[in-house]
């Protein structure tokens, strides 16, 4: 593995860690995505964010471990969040910054402007399904989907697993409640279904 593979592999891990998460890929599509989004520079100061905002003090510590100064970290960030790779606020007059995930954030900021690389990329990274099926079990989906689960209908078994009843009638069994079970199944398929839809609408957007 070269250096400048190493500095896209601790970059995926670090994201990984992140609250949306950025899982790695058996064909390896994560690590061309990011080096589409990032080059090398931004992508080993990008490991020094979090999620939540920090000053350019909190962030020293890290800078100086791998011996970068304060300067050109603040530098290469503001080259970074210009570009919508990570986000910046001013608090109390001090520059602040933080990582963003994929979506809502890295994907659409790519978009704008996007290069071969990155479309290619992107479709392939989605194609894999490794991120959608790290994103399904964080706690972002409801208000990525900007919904919640509609309330649901009645679930009725399929009628062949329907026990017959003893008095030769089915009336009991379709008028019966659903059990938290099959709550619960039908939750994780509604959900499921409208990230799935709403994948489709996202890819389509951005390619």
Known sequence: MTTEDKIYRDLQIHLDEQTVG????????????????????QAEMAMMLTYRYESLHQIKERSEKI?????????????????????FRE???????????????????????????????????????????????SAVPALFLKCSVPQLPLVIPRA??????????????????????????????GTRNQLQQQHIHITHNLF
């Not at 950025?22 to 520079?41: M, Q, V, Y």
């Not at 011996?67 to 986000?87: F, H, N, P, Q």
């Not at 402007?113 to 959608?132: L, V, W």
């Not at 026990?163 to 938290?180: F, I, M, N, R, V």
């Open 67 to 87: 011996g970068k100064s304060i300067e050109e970290v603040e530098r290469v960030l503001d080259e970074t969040a210009a570009r919508g790779m990570i986000s």
């Open 91 to 137: 608090h109390d007059g001090k520059k602040q910054y933080r990582s963003m995930p994929l979506l809502i954030g890295m994907a659409e900021a790519g978009a704008h402007n996007p290069t071969p690389e990155f479309s290619a990329a992107m479709e392939e990274y989605f194609a894999d399904g490794t991120f959608i099926q790290e994103f399904l079990t």
């Open 22 to 41: 950025f899982p790695a890929t058996e064909s390896g599509s994560d690590i061309r995505l990011l080096k589409a989004l990032f080059p090398p520079d």
């Open 160 to 189: 062949s697993k329907l026990a017959p009843p003893s008095d030769g009638s089915l009336q009991s069994h379709l008028h019966a409640k659903p059990t938290e079970k099959e709550k619960s199944a039908a939750t994780t398929r």
